[in-house]
């Protein structure tokens, strides 16, 4: 009996022991571990300020997922401000010229090509853009990437399913005949247009007023006159209203053309051209990376915003509050983005033009636009209104690039 009373005895002083060599440990642990940033008794967390041009239920949509980035990385705060489009520029000019503003620029892409020509942007912090590759090339200058593409909008063609069908071919299409457009200009038309050797800089130098330039504006005239082509700033009221089976237009205009509760599907434009022919992106907001405040230990916090900004679902969510696409290539890999409007934008996506924000072209394209709209005005010739544009282009860019 004294014999298991000391066995016992023995155990219960084993575990006592054990109990507090387990605390110590503990403690010890504790004292030696620095506190994480964002917990008590650490840093302070990192806050990354965005501004950014979005209104309505996309800026909703973006709280939301800067929320959700919050909640997974709690030593990083973001803090969103809207600023308007009109004064965007001279609002981050003036703070990042008194060492403020924010880390991060959410924005259209005119916006922030003028703030990259004022110095603002830094190189990207780090490729993260899940993008089809020529479409990084619009925010590309000097071959370094200064923004990265996040929602964006290409051209489409849309056709009235209760009376008309997908027209196998530019020929096929005009011989159905019924086809209406808000304008007609490069970004609406390019992936026609290029497939038929339409172009603005050749052999390193303008060239505005090719044979091939020349004839297809001549083609653009004829349908014009011939009632086949309608240009009118209501053409999708035309549209709905039965008036035309067929709707050049943005991918951004499915949701309006669906609430309308008018049963369409959407080509991309190259598919009339043989798979051939570039496009030309629309309205495309970027995120990009302030100069003056995206340096030292912001680095990180900055690139741990965007990875998660640039992620199919969050592109997805602020693109369902809206009206632009996702410009992220995974999105249309599965799910909603093989549905409805998804599979023609990536197809017009995997044919974005390949232009770097600094190439001739750039400059160029305004101009060929004008001779179009001056040829199918009839204030001018097709050829008349081409040799203008060719004449001016020299003016802007001579004869060895910009």
């Not at 996040?150 to 849309?158: A, G, R, Y």
């Not at 915003?305 to 999105?331: F, I, M, N, R």
Request: charged letters at 15%; one cysteine or more.
């Amino acid at each position: 009996m004294r014999k298991r009373n000391q066995r016992h005895r023995a155990i219960g002083w084993s575990a006592r022991l054990l109990l507090i060599f387990s605390l110590i440990l503990v403690l010890a642990t504790g004292c030696f571990r620095a506190p994480q940033r964002g917990q008590p008794g650490g840093e302070a967390p990192a806050v990354v300020t965005v501004w950014h041009t979005l209104q309505g239920a996309e800026e909703a949509a973006l709280k939301s997922q800067a929320q959700r980035i919050m909640q997974e990385n709690p030593s990083i705060i973001i803090k969103l401000k809207y600023v308007p489009e009109q004064s965007f520029v001279t609002m981050s000019f003036e703070a990042e010229a008194g060492g403020e503003g924010p880390e991060v620029f959410l924005a259209p892409r005119e916006i922030l090509w003028q703030l990259y020509a004022k110095g603002e942007l830094t190189p990207v912090v780090q490729y993260l853009s899940d993008a089809y590759p020529a479409e990084l090339a619009q925010f590309r200058f000097y071959n370094r990437l200064y923004a990265q593409p996040w929602l964006t909008d290409v051209p489409l063609l849309f056709y009235r399913t209760d009376s008309a069908t997908a027209p196998a071919s530019l020929t096929d299409l005009f011989a159905k005949g019924g086809l209406a457009a808000t304008a007609l200009d490069t970004e609406s038309l390019a992936p026609w247009w290029t497939a038929q050797g339409g172009g603005v800089w050749i052999s390193n130098r303008p060239q505005l007023n090719s044979a091939a330039d020349q004839a297809f504006l001549r083609q653009l005239l004829a349908w014009q006159v011939a009632g086949q082509l309608r240009v009118d700033p209501n053409a999708q009221t035309l549209f709905a209203n039965k008036q035309v089976p067929y709707l050049l237009g943005w991918a951004s205009q499915a949701p309006s053309l669906t609430a309308l509760k008018i049963p369409w599907q959407a080509l991309p434009l190259s598919t009339l051209s043989g798979g051939q022919g570039r496009v030309l992106p629309g309205t495309t907001l970027g995120i990009a990376n302030s100069a003056v405040k995206t340096t030292g230990a912001m680095v990180e916090p900055v690139r741990v915003v965007e990875d998660a900004l640039l992620k199919p679902e969050a592109e997805a969510a602020v693109a369902q509050a809206g009206h632009l696409s996702p410009a992220s290539g995974a999105y249309y890999v599965s799910g909603a983005g093989r549905q409805g409007i998804g599979p023609p934008v990536s197809q017009s996506l995997q044919d974005t033009w390949s232009l770097a924000g600094d190439a001739p072209e750039r400059k160029l394209l305004p101009l060929e636009d004008a001779a179009w709209a001056q040829a199918l005005a009839g204030a001018l010739s097709p050829q008349d209104a081409l040799n203008k544009a060719q004449t001016e282009a020299v003016k802007a860019v001579g004869n060895a690039g910009g």
